[in-house]
C-alpha cells in the first residue's frame, strides 16, 4: 500500500468495462478499508486538540459500523487500520464518520463524508484523499451540497464546508475474483516517524539444501519469525537445492524482541511439508543499524535429515534510532539532499551497493523523486554500470544499484498506473481463477489429461498476452527506464541496446510480475501450485521469445513452443525498439505526492544506512574508479563526507551521533 497511498486516478475505460463485467450490479462483494491518517480537523478540545476517531458503515446502517482507535491531543491524526465488509453491492455507500472523543458528555462529530462504491475499481487499491464535510448546518450555508459528488475526488477543493481531509486506501473484491491488497508484513516505512524499532530480513538464498522428494530435488520456502510470530514466508522454488529468493521482509518488531527463526520447508502437493532446517539469529547479535549479510548453516530441529546453508541480509534499527534518524531527516534535510544528489552521485551509489536488499534502494528513489530527480538517478546508475561491464552478456545480470533502482522504480510506477490494472490484473485474474488445463510436462501431468489440448491452451494463453501487451500504451513514467537503458547501451555495446531493454522490461519486471505476483505487492496469497505452474510456463516461453533463445532438447516437453517463440522474436524486438525510441521528451516531474513527513520518512532510512556503516561507505570511495581516476572528483567527495559528518554530529542535539560512525562495524555470526 505504501506506494498507492497517494494515488488520486479516475477509472480507465478499459478497465472500467472489466469492472462492469465482474462487479454487475448486485454481485456480492468484499471491501477492504484502509484508514491511513487525517489533517486539518477542527479543535474540539479546549487545548486547541482534538481526540480524533473514525466510525465506518455501510448505508449508515449501525449494525455494520466498525471505529477506529482513538488518537488523543492531536488534529492530524494517523491511524493505519485495516477493516473488511462482506457482500457490499455496487450500490452500496460507504460513510466516514470523524468524531472526537470526550471522557464526560457526547462525542463531537468533527466531519462526514460518503463514498459511493459504484466509483471504485475491481481489484485496484485506490488511494484517496477526501474532503471530509461540516457535520453542522449552522455553521456552513452550503453543509447541504451533495457529499457523494466530490467523495470521489481526493484532494479538498477548499469549499465553505471543508473540515479536514481523511486518507484512506479502498479495495473491491467481487466474489470469486483474487485479493490483490498487499503489505510486506504489514508495515510500512511511514512508520519510522513513531519510533517503531523496524527488521529487515532479506532471504537472498540457499545452498546445498536436502533432497526431500524421490525426484532427487527439493521444493523450498522459508518461514520468517519473530519470538514465534510469524512475519512472512517466501516463495517457493521448485526443483531446487540451490534455490534463490532474494526475498525482503519488513518487520515491526519491539526493542525487546528475542530471537528472529528462518525455518526452511520442502513443499509438498499431498501430505504434510517436510522440515529442511532453521537458523536462530539472538537480537543481541544484530547492532543497532549494522548490515549484516552472511551465510547462515541450517540446524535440525528435531532427527530430521538436514544439509546445506542460507544466505540472509539483516538490518535492525532500534525505536531510539528510528526517532533519531527520523528528527535528523527533517532538521538536516536542506544539507544533505544536495550532497546525496551530487553529480555522479558517488556517496548514494556506493550505499545502495552495500546493502543486497531492496528497502533502501526503494527509499533512496523516493527522496530523489521526491526532488524531481529520479529521471537523474537512474540515468546516472545506469551509466555507471554499463561502463563498469566488460562483456554483454552480463548487462543487468546481477543485482546492481541500477538495476535495484530501475526494478523499484517501475514495481512503483506500475501500480499507478492502467498498464496494472487494465493489462496485468485481468490476465492474472483470468489464470489464478482457471489455472487447470496447462501442464505440458509427462512427468507432471495429472492423469486423464490430454497433453496436446494443454499445449493449445498454454500457447493460447501466451498469444493473448501478448498481442495484449503489445496493443497497450506503456505508460510515459516507464520512459526514464527504458530510454536510459538504451542510450546507454548504444553508447558500448550498440548491437545489444534493444535486447538490454528486453533483459530489464521482460526477464525483471513483466517476468516476475506473473510469475511471483504476490512479491510484486499486486495479490495478497500467494497463487495456488496449479497457478504458480501455469504462470511459470507461461512467463518461461515469453522470456525465451523476448530473450531470442529457442527451447533446446534436454527440455523436450517445450519444443512444441518454439515455433510461437520463433515468431514472437520480431513482434518482440519492434516493440522493445518502439517503447525506448527517444522520439518524445522523457518525464521530469515527480512521480508521487510526498508530505514533508513522507520525505522525511524515506530520506531517514537513507541516513541511517549511511550512519551506521560509514567508515565501509568510506572505504568503497577510496577504491571507486572514477574517483581513483580524477583527484578534483575524490576531492569534492571527501568533503562531502566530511560536511555529512558534520551534520550527523549537530543536527540532533544531545546524541553523539559520531560515536556512531567510528563504532566497529558487526560481523555476524555463522
Known amino acids: 500500500l505504501s506506494s498507492l497511498h497517494h494515488l488520486v486516478r479516475p477509472p480507465c475505460l478499459a478497465l472500467r468495462a472489466m469492472y462492469d463485467s465482474v462487479y454487475a450490479k448486485g454481485t456480492p462483494a468484499h471491501l477492504h478499508v484502509s484508514v491511513i491518517e487525517a489533517k486539518s480537523l477542527p479543535s474540539a478540545d479546549s487545548n486547541g486538540f482534538s481526540d480524533p ?38 450500490d452500496s455507500t460507504l460513510s466516514f464518520v470523524v468524531r472526537d472523543w470526550n471522557a464526560i458528555g457526547k462525542h463531537e462529530t468533527l466531519g462526514v463524508i460518503d463514498v459511493p462504491l459504484s466509483g471504485h475499481m ?4 485506490s488511494g484517496i ?4 464535510h461540516d457535520p453542522h448546518p449552522s455553521k456552513s450555508s452550503s453543509s447541504s451540497s ?12 477548499g469549499g465553505a464546508n471543508h473540515v479536514g481531509e481523511l486518507h484512506v486506501v479502498l479495495q473491491v473484491i467481487p466474489e470469486g ?47 520468517i519469525e519473530v519470538d514465534k510470530k510469524i512475519m512472512g514466508k517466501t516463495n517457493i522454488i521448485e526443483k531446487s537445492l540451490n534455490p534463490v529468493w532474494n526475498e525482503e521482509f519488513l518487520c515491526q518488531v519491539d526493542d525487546k524482541s528475542r530471537f528472529l527463526y528462518i525455518e526452511v520447508w520442502d513443499w509438498d502437493r499431498i501430505g504434510s511439508h517436510d522440515r529442511m532446517g532453521f537458523v536462530t539469529i539472538p537480537f543481541q547479535d544484530l547492532s543497532d543499524g549494522r548490515i549484516i549479510s552472511e551465510w547462515f548453516k541450517l540446524e535440525p530441529r528435531k532427527k530430521e535429515r538436514v544439509s546445506g546453508r542460507i544466505r540472509l541480509a539483516l538490518q535492525f534499527t532500534s525505536s531510539d534510532q528510528a526517532q533519531a534518524a527520523f528528527q535528523m ?14 553529480p555522479r552521485l558517488h556517496i548514494t551509489y556506493n550505499t545502495i551497493q552495500l546493502y543486497e536488499g531492496n528497502d533502501l534502494a526503494r527509499c533512496v528513489m523516493h527522496v530523489f523523486d521526491s526532488e524531481g530527480h529520479v529521471t537523474d538517478l537512474i540515468d546516472t ?31 512503483y510506477t506500475t501500480q499507478q498506473t492502467d498498464f496494472l490494472h487494465a493489462l496485468i490484473l485481468p490476465f492474472l485474474f483470468k489464470i489464478l481463477a482457471r489455472p487447470a488445463g496447462c501442464e505440458v510436462d509427462p512427468a507432471k501431468i495429472s492423469k486423464g489429461e490430454d497433453i496436446q489440448a494443454n499445449v493449445k491452451t498454454l500457447l493460447g494463453h501466451c498469444e ?25 547501451v548504444t553508447s558500448s555495446f550498440p548491437s545489444s541496446a534493444v535486447k538490454a531493454v528486453g533483459g530489464i522490461f521482460f526477464l525483471r519486471f513483466i517476468g516476475p510480475m506473473l510469475f511471483a505476483p504476490e512479491g510484486f505487492g499486486i495479490v495478497k496469497e500467494a497463487p495456488s501450485p496449479d497457478a504458480r505452474r501455469a504462470l511459470t510456463l507461461i512467463t518461461k516461453i515469453l522470456q525465451s521469445a523476448a530473450n531470442g533463445v529457442m527451447f533446446a532438447a534436454k527440455e523436450q516437453y517445450m519444443l512444441p513452443f518454439n515455433d510461437f517463440v520463433q515468431a514472437s522474436i520480431p513482434r518482440i524486438d519492434a516493440y522493445l525498439a518502439k517503447i525506448s525510441a527517444p522520439d518524445r521528451p522523457i518525464p521530469t516531474t515527480p512521480v508521487g505526492v510526498y508530505s514533508d513527513d513522507d520525505k522525511a520518512r524515506h530520506l531517514a532510512v537513507v541516513i541511517k544506512n549511511i550512519q551506521n556503516n560509514f567508515s565501509r561507505i568510506e572505504t568503497r570511495l577510496s577504491r571507486d574508479p572514477e574517483l581513483v581516476a580524477s583527484k578534483d572528483q575524490a576531492d569534492t567527495c571527501a568533503q562531502q563526507l566530511d560536511d555529512l559528518k558534520l551534520v550527523f554530529a549537530t543536527s540532533v542535539k544531545g546524541r553523539a551521533q559520531s560515536l556512531i560512525m567510528t563504532a566497529p562495524a558487526s560481523t555476524g555470526r555463522r
Not at 475491481?122 to 487499491?125: E, F, K, M, N, R
Not at 484523499?129 to 471530509?132: A, G, P, R, T
Request: hydrophobic share 40%.
Open 381 to 411: 546508475l545506469v551509466d555507471k554500470e554499463v561502463k563498469a561491464t566488460k562483456q554483454e552478456p552480463t548487462l543487468f545480470r546481477t543485482d546492481s544499484p541500477a538495476t535495484r533502482v530501475m526494478i523499484q522504480y517501475l514495481k
Open 53 to 90: 476517531y473514525v466510525i465506518l458503515s455501510i448505508d449508515h446502517n449501525d449494525k455494520s459500523a466498525v471505529k477506529t482507535k482513538t488518537i488523543k491531543k492531536t488534529l492530524n491524526p494517523r491511524w493505519n487500520e485495516q477493516f473488511e465488509f462482506p457482500r457490499v453491492t455496487k
Open 122 to 125: 475491481v481489484g485496484a487499491p
Open 129 to 132: 484523499w477526501l474532503s471530509l
Open 177 to 223: 475474483i483474487p485479493n490483490t491488497m498487499h503489505t510486506v508484513a504489514g508495515v510500512d516505512v511511514r512508520e519510522i516517524e513513531e519510533g517503531k524499532a523496524m527488521l529487515v530480513v532479506s532471504v537472498l538464498e540457499g545452498e546445498g539444501l536436502a533432497v526431500k522428494d524421490v525426484t532427487g530435488a527439493s521444493d523450498p520456502y522459508c518461514v
Open 329 to 342: 531527516a527533517k532538521a538536516g534535510r536542506e544539507k544533505i539532499i544536495p550532497i546525496l544528489m551530487a
Open 146 to 157: 451533495s457529499s457523494s459528488s466530490s467523495s470521489s475526488s481526493s484532494a479538498a477543493s
Open 464 to 488: 493473448q498476452f501478448l498481442n495484449d501487451l503489445i496493443a497497450f500504451p506503456v505508460p510515459d513514467v516507464f520512459r526514464p527506464v527504458l530510454c536510459s537503458v538504451r542510450r546507454h
